[in-house]
């Protein structure tokens, strides 16, 4: 089945270490992104890609890295830079095709807890 | 700049119509959706309405747009205790290639 996988679910660091969350997805979707979610703050974007080898800052990028390497692959890297990073990171794809309406697929979502 | 804004809570019994609203302010926006989150969960697309209509109906969903308001609602009738979750709003972002703008999401509770 076509979908995204994020792992791992639920995730632990202590203060002061990188953490590397995963996304993977198999619709050949040419954009990936990242969001956090906060309580009562709704979906924020932190990166995303339009294309292999290429990304860009969301709104809140700072603390965060990505890279694309590969089509299907989006890893977030939350730093020791970032001050308050335990939330609930989403992964999502988007088509680039003719018809496109713009939807986005989401992955099941990893819970960051900073100790 | 964009900002998408919905009430945080609603509580509707089983039977009942539920109505979520939702105002935006990118007049711009190509499409405008609601996705539905469950716990611990992502989210998924439920509906989706092209800004050049005023009414979409899918089975138990109704979405209305009022353009000149930028206002969105999305209705479901016969709320059963499966629709309890959270529900976003979200309109696209003019700027950027299928960046979309998400409201803080309202969470549905269902009771007998």
């Known amino acids: 089945d076509g979908g995204i996988t994020q792992s791992p679910k639920y995730l632990f660091r202590k203060e002061g270490q990188n953490v590397t969350l995963s996304c993977e997805q198999n619709l050949n979707h040419d954009a990936m992104y990242w969001y956090r979610q906060d309580p009562g703050q709704g979906l924020r974007l932190i990166y995303y890609?339009?294309?292999?080898?290429?990304?860009q800052k969301g709104d809140i990028a700072e603390g965060y890295s990505v890279s694309r390497e590969k089509k299907e692959s989006f890893p977030l890297t939350v730093t020791s830079a970032q001050k308050n990073p335990t939330a609930f990171y989403l992964c999502?794809?988007?088509?680039?095709?003719?018809?496109?309406?713009?939807?986005?697929?989401f992955g099941e979502g990893s819970r960051l807890t900073v100790l | 700049g964009e900002d998408v804004e919905q009430s945080l809570f609603l509580s509707v019994r089983e039977g009942d119509s539920s109505v979520i609203n939702c105002t935006y302010t990118?007049?711009?926006?190509?499409?405008l959706y609601w996705y539905k989150q469950e716990p611990g969960a992502g989210l998924q697309l439920l509906t989706y309405?092209?800004?050049?209509?005023d009414m979409k109906q899918d089975q138990r969903l109704t979405v209305l747009l009022n353009k000149k308001d930028k206002h969105l609602s999305l209705r479901i009738a016969d709320t059963q205790t499966g629709d309890s979750a959270i529900y976003f709003c979200?309109?696209?972002?003019?700027?950027?290639?299928?960046?979309?703008?998400f409201g803080a999401g309202t969470r549905l509770a269902v009771h007998p």
């Open positions: 999502a794809s988007s088509s680039s095709g003719r018809v496109n309406t713009g939807e986005l697929f």
């Open positions: 309405i092209f800004s050049n209509m």
């Open positions: 990118d007049s711009s926006s190509t499409y």
């Open positions: 890609s339009q294309i292999v080898n290429d990304f």
């Open positions: 979200a309109e696209t972002f003019s700027g950027g290639y299928n960046k979309l703008i």
